[in-house]
Antibody, heavy 120, light 111 residues
Framework: QVQLVQSGTEVKKPGASVKVSCKAS????????IHWVRQAPGQGLEWMGW????????KFAQIFEGRVTMTRGTSISTAYMELTRLRSDDTAVYFCARGVGYSSGWFDYWGQGTLVTVSS | QSGLTQPPSVSGAPGQRVTISCTGSSSNIGANYDVHWYQQLPGTAPKLLIY???DRPSGVPGRFSGSKSGTSASLAITGLQAEDEADYYCQSYDSGLSGSVFGGGTKLSVL
C-alpha cells in the first residue's frame, strides 16, 4: 500500500533552517511528483511547491522562492523540503503529498505531517 | 493572490443535503483546470474526496459528489452523518501562479 512517512517534530529559532523528509513506499518513487503543503495553526492549506523525483526539477510558490529547496534521494525513495531564514509565521504543520497528473493534478496520498515550531 | 474562495462554514442536520461552493477565476477554474476536494478531520492529514471535478476515489461513499461550472465548483454531501463533520478544501491549478491553489476551507458542522 502507498505510504508517505515524514520525519518528526522540529523546534527552531528564528533565522534557522529546517529540513523535513518524506519517505515513500508502495509505488515507484520516480513515477509521481511530490508536493509540499503547509498549514499554520487554525489556518487553511497552503501549497509550497513540487519536486519531480525523476530528474529533480522543481517549482515553488512565489512566496517561498529563495527560501525553499526541494531535493530527493532516489535510492531511498525520499523527498526533502528545506526552508531557510525561518520566521515565527513559518510555524505550521508541513505535509508532503503524492501528485497525480504531474504539476496540475490532485494529491492522492499524504504524509502524516511534520510540526515545525519557530520560537525564540 | 489568485486563490479560491469558500464559505467559512456550513451546517446541516443529519440526513440533510449540504453544498460547499468554491469560486475561482479565469486563471484557474475558469481556465478549465480541474477541481479537487479534500476532507480533513481534526488533527489529521487531508484526505482526497473528489478528483477531476466529480470522480470519487475507491472507498469514498457515493454521498459525496462534485460539480463544476464556469469559474465555480461545488461539493455536495447527501444523507449527512455525524462523521462528516470536518474541514473541506477545494484545490485547482492556477496558470498565473503556475502552481496549485487551495480554497480557504469550509468547516462543516452536523447539528
Amino acid at each position: 500500500q502507498v505510504q508517505l512517512v515524514q520525519s518528526g517534530t522540529e523546534v527552531k529559532k528564528p533565522g534557522a533552517s529546517v529540513k523535513v523528509s518524506c519517505k515513500a513506499s508502495g509505488y515507484t518513487f520516480s513515477d509521481y511528483y511530490i508536493h509540499w503543503v503547509r498549514q499554520a495553526p487554525g489556518q487553511g492549506l497552503e501549497w509550497m511547491g513540487w519536486i519531480n523525483p525523476d530528474g529533480g526539477d522543481t517549482k515553488f510558490a512565489q512566496i517561498f522562492e529563495g527560501r525553499v529547496t526541494m531535493t530527493r534521494g532516489t535510492s531511498i525513495s525520499t523527498a526533502y523540503m528545506e526552508l531557510t531564514r525561518l520566521r515565527s509565521d513559518d510555524t505550521a504543520v508541513y505535509f508532503c503529498a503524492r501528485g497525480v497528473g504531474y504539476s496540475s493534478g490532485w494529491f492522492d496520498y499524504w504524509g502524516q505531517g511534520t510540526l515545525v515550531t519557530v520560537s525564540s | 493572490q489568485s486563490g479560491l474562495t469558500q464559505p467559512p462554514s456550513v451546517s446541516g442536520a443529519p440526513g440533510q443535503r449540504v453544498t460547499i461552493s468554491c469560486t475561482g477565476s479565469s486563471s484557474n477554474i475558469g481556465a478549465n483546470y480541474d477541481v479537487h476536494w479534500y476532507q480533513q478531520l481534526p488533527g489529521t492529514a487531508p484526505k482526497l474526496l473528489i478528483y477531476g471535478n466529480n470522480d470519487r476515489p475507491s472507498g469514498v461513499p457515493g454521498r459525496f459528489s462534485g460539480s463544476k461550472s464556469g469559474t465555480s465548483a461545488s461539493l455536495a454531501i447527501t444523507g449527512l452523518q455525524a462523521e462528516d463533520e470536518a474541514d473541506y478544501y477545494c484545490q485547482s491549478y492556477d496558470s498565473g501562479l503556475s502552481g496549485s491553489v487551495f480554497g480557504g476551507g469550509t468547516k462543516l458542522s452536523v447539528l
